[in-house]
């Protein structure tokens, strides 16, 4: 498990239905970000500080990156043709870091909000989102996932979480159990979340985040947008990191082009000493899903 992994939250705009121009700015803020990793230490920063803005291990994109959160099927990618998968390997290998995101895809006739994490060997993982929101008609678009994987990147394990996933927790609940050392024998170190999260509904946002990350006991990752969609709805971002206390981690910030990019660090040895201390996983309720 690697001791610090490095994470950058890439919180900005989304051009409306325009998947060329969003992977072009993406383009530009990963060259921006990631082609310093060789450079020198900044003068007046701290190794830390150099550390978490210049060797970023995973990046996150927003829900739906390359269009907004748009019902618009006619913008789906076949998953076996998909050019946006393809893009994300070349920028993966390109820069050596993992990078994960959502957007529309089709597969065997079916359209699905599909979550990718690409891995610089090009190898990736999926995960399609289960709780569809209604009242914007999701569910009537697409169809949910079934299935919650777990996926493991550099010894840590990440459960990743779509948009209004956020509201249900039992689906995301942590089946955690650690070993002597703290060191998870079962369930997940981190809990995912991209979104197209309105501001109308931050109080939500900023109340789940540190609640999921407490009944957990895990960090809890949250990347939103901003601005403003086709539809004249308005993001507020408020993209965070929390800790399993729920306390919200630093970050490093820079911007660029309208983007923020939020960049943190989390210790494994800060995790494991929280879950051998306070062990509050053993007294887990059981239940099964159905």
Same mark, same amino acid.
């Given at each position: 498990?690697?001791?610090?992994?490095?994470? =950058? &939250? !890439?919180?900005? $705009?989304?051009?409306?239905?325009? /998947?060329?121009? +969003?992977?072009?700015? *993406?383009?530009?803020?990963?060259? =921006? &970000? !990631?082609?310093? $990793?060789?450079?020198?230490?900044? /003068?007046?920063? +701290?190794?830390?500080? *150099?550390?978490?803005?210049?060797?970023?291990?995973?990046?996150?994109?927003?829900?739906?990156?390359?269009?907004?959160?748009?019902?618009?099927?006619?913008?789906?990618?076949?998953?076996?043709?998909?050019?946006?998968?393809?893009?994300?390997?070349?920028?993966?290998?390109?820069?050596?870091?993992?990078?994960?995101?959502?957007?529309?895809?089709?597969?065997?006739?079916?359209?699905?909000?599909?979550?990718?994490?690409?891995?610089?060997?090009?190898?990736?993982?999926?995960?399609?989102?289960?709780?569809?929101?209604?009242?914007?008609?999701?569910?009537?678009?697409?169809?949910?996932?079934?299935?919650?994987?777990?996926?493991?990147?550099?010894?840590?394990?990440?459960?990743?979480?779509?948009?209004?996933?956020?509201?249900?927790?039992?689906?995301?609940?942590?089946?955690?159990?650690?070993?002597?050392?703290?060191?998870?024998?079962?369930?997940?170190?981190?809990?995912?979340?991209?979104?197209?999260?309105?501001?109308?509904?931050?109080?939500?946002?900023?109340?789940?985040?540190?609640?999921?990350?407490?009944?957990?006991?895990?960090?809890?990752?949250?990347?939103?947008?901003?601005?403003?969609?086709?539809?004249?709805?308005?993001?507020?971002?408020?993209?965070?990191?929390?800790?399993?206390?729920?306390?919200?981690?630093?970050?490093?910030?820079?911007?660029?082009?309208?983007?923020?990019?939020?960049?943190?660090?989390?210790?494994?040895?800060?995790?494991?000493?929280?879950?051998?201390?306070?062990?509050?996983?053993?007294?887990?309720?059981?239940?099964?899903?159905?």
């Amino acid at each position: 498990m690697k001791p610090l992994l490095y994470i =950058s &939250l !890439l919180q900005g $705009n989304l051009f409306w239905e325009n /998947p060329i121009q +969003n992977k072009k700015h *993406f383009e530009k803020i990963f060259s =921006s &970000l !990631l082609t310093n $990793n060789q450079s020198q230490k900044l /003068p007046n920063s +701290n190794i830390e500080d *150099f550390d978490r803005t210049n060797n970023t291990d995973i990046v996150v994109l927003p829900e739906m990156f390359t269009t907004g959160f748009t019902m618009n099927i006619d913008l789906a990618e076949n998953f076996k043709q998909s050019s946006t998968l393809n893009w994300l390997k070349e920028q993966t290998k390109k820069y050596d870091i993992a990078i994960t995101g959502s957007i529309i895809i089709e597969e065997n006739n079916k359209f699905y909000n599909r979550l990718f994490f690409v891995e610089p060997n090009g190898d990736f993982q999926t995960y399609d989102k289960k709780h569809l929101f209604r009242m914007a008609g999701e569910h009537k678009v697409f169809s949910a996932g079934k299935q919650l994987p777990i996926f493991e990147y550099k010894g840590w394990k990440i459960c990743p979480q779509i948009c209004y996933d956020l509201r249900f927790p039992v689906f995301s609940r942590n089946d955690l159990m650690v070993d002597e050392n703290g060191i998870a024998t079962s369930g997940y170190d981190i809990l995912l979340y991209v979104a197209n999260f309105p501001a109308a509904r931050k109080l939500a946002w900023n109340s789940l985040l540190p609640a999921r990350a407490i009944e957990n006991s895990c960090y809890c990752v949250g990347l939103n947008r901003i601005g403003k969609d086709g539809k004249e709805i308005e993001y507020n971002g408020d993209s965070a990191i929390y800790t399993p206390k729920g306390e919200k981690l630093n970050s490093i910030t820079k911007e660029f082009e309208n983007t923020q990019i939020l960049s943190y660090s989390v210790s494994a040895m800060d995790l494991q000493d929280y879950r051998k201390k306070f062990a509050v996983y053993l007294d887990n309720d059981t239940f099964e899903l159905k």
